[in-house]
């Protein structure tokens, strides 16, 4: 017997049809003598319909206000999902935030989980009763309902996971797990059976859209073993071939049990178009300048990810290129502009059609050459890089949005990750 924690998205949840499928699902795993406490995020589409009420009601929204509105969103799944569960046989009930408790900090619209109290819920659990938790909230000390941020159901099911102590944390989504990249942009992407904490984490953060940073940060830290499945499923089949994401030390000794099975220089390839570029020209080439350009975006919790600083000028000044999130581009541009005098710059030169390609791979700390592959391969294909980052496992270089889904064919033939025909 296993303590298991389900996971359903948005997808998954939308509409009773699929919540029956969902509840069948539940009931195949409870059948198997398993433990189970489910988490769900509201109906696909319903929090966009919540925050726009929210936006209509008052543009400047008190944001404990805004949380109260967009949080029913998942409770109205996890009780139509214990309902369901009871009329098919199933014992269960839901939990709201509030009634564990789930304990957050920070700020609303974007708080973090600090404490969950499993005294209850682990007593409902030992006695055979399905907990069902909605996703995404929690209450602040003040007692006020909180919400954790878009995505933020992911990180629910992980830290119930910790809390819990389960044996896994089942996350099911409308893919059927991690594969080398996009399959709707490559068709010969193949499917990982497993992926490290740390590579899962630098795939969600440059672009993959199967498991939200936050949840897979906290996995690694709780040493929670997370498997993404598919909803869409048969529910009742006995082996479900999803992508398990694990420590290395788990990857590693199952690469020492299998000795058919090699561990891959690159796990993936992942694209992101949601990046704009930046380029101040003329700055002064003097000790504080940059300080002076990202101090005012860092206050303004603008992310910068990309950075170059070119070569100085002859009259002591250089151009500073580098790149923020699409959505950040014209707040960035506005506090830029209005720090002008003190920043000393000439000009800003923006360009929104710019997407991020990221090659991903623990096999890169003891290999050589991945950068240079993936630079030949480009240039083979007439592709421009305009910036680089690289970290220990991955390598990101900015190019044309036009030209991203070309690059991602490119590079994912480059490192060999193409499924043989008929896999």
């Known amino acids: 017997m296993a303590r298991i924690v389900m996971k359903f998205g948005g997808t998954s949840m939308a ?46 929204y008190d944001p404990a206000e805004y949380d109260a509105v967009v949080a029913s969103g998942e409770q109205v799944t996890s009780g139509l999902l214990a309902m369901t569960l009871k009329a098919m046989g199933v014992d269960a009930r839901s939990w709201l935030g509030w009634q564990l408790p789930i304990r957050t900090v920070g700020a609303h619209n974007k708080a973090r989980i600090s404490t969950i109290d499993t005294t209850e819920l682990l007593k409902a659990m030992s006695a055979g009763q399905v907990a069902v938790i909605p996703g995404f909230q929690g209450v602040m000390d003040t007692g006020r309902i909180s919400t954790l941020g878009r995505g933020g159901s992911d990180t629910s099911a992980v830290a119930v996971a910790a809390a819990v102590k389960a044996d896994r944390c089942d996350i099911y989504t409308d893919v059927n797990g991690v594969y080398t990249t996009d399959p709707r ?11 490290t904490y740390e590579e899962m984490l630098e795939l969600a953060s440059v672009g993959s859209k199967v498991l939200q940073t936050r949840s897979v940060e906290l996995a690694m830290k709780e040493k929670v073993r997370v498997q993404v499945l598919s909803s869409l499923d048969d529910p009742t089949q006995e082996e479900l071939p999803g992508t398990l994401i694990v420590s290395d030390e788990e990857m590693e000794a199952q690469i020492a049990k299998d000795s058919g099975m090699e561990r891959q220089l690159i796990t993936g390839i992942a694209a992101d178009k949601n990046e704009a570029k930046i380029t101040i020209t003329r700055v002064p080439d003097r000790p504080g300048a940059v300080a002076s350009i990202f101090g005012p975006l860092a206050e303004a919790s603008i992310n910068v990810d990309m950075i170059i600083q070119n070569v100085g000028r002859d009259k002591g000044e250089t151009d500073v290129t580098f790149t923020v999130p699409g959505a950040d581009l014209a707040r960035s541009l506005d506090i830029l502009e209005k720090q002008k005098e003190s920043i000393g710059f000439n000009r800003l030169i923006n360009d929104p059609k710019v997407a991020k390609v990221s090659v991903v791979g623990v096999g890169m700390k003891s290999h050589a050459g991945v950068a240079a592959t993936m630079f030949k391969a480009l240039a083979d294909r007439g592709i421009n890089v305009m910036a680089v980052a690289t970290s220990e496992i991955k390598v990101s270089v900015l190019i044309d949005e036009d030209e991203t889904e070309l690059a991602v064919r490119v590079l994912h033939s480059a490192y060999a990750l193409d499924a043989a025909e008929g896999a």
């Open 15 to 60: 509409g009773m049809e699929r919540i029956r499928n969902v509840a069948a699902r539940i009931k195949h795993v409870v059948g198997q003598g398993n433990e189970v406490a489910v988490v769900v995020s509201a109906m696909a589409g319903e929090t966009d319909r919540l925050v726009g009420f929210a936006k209509e009601a008052s543009p400047l």
């Open 185 to 195: 942009i490559v068709r010969r992407a193949r499917k990982l059976s497993m992926v």
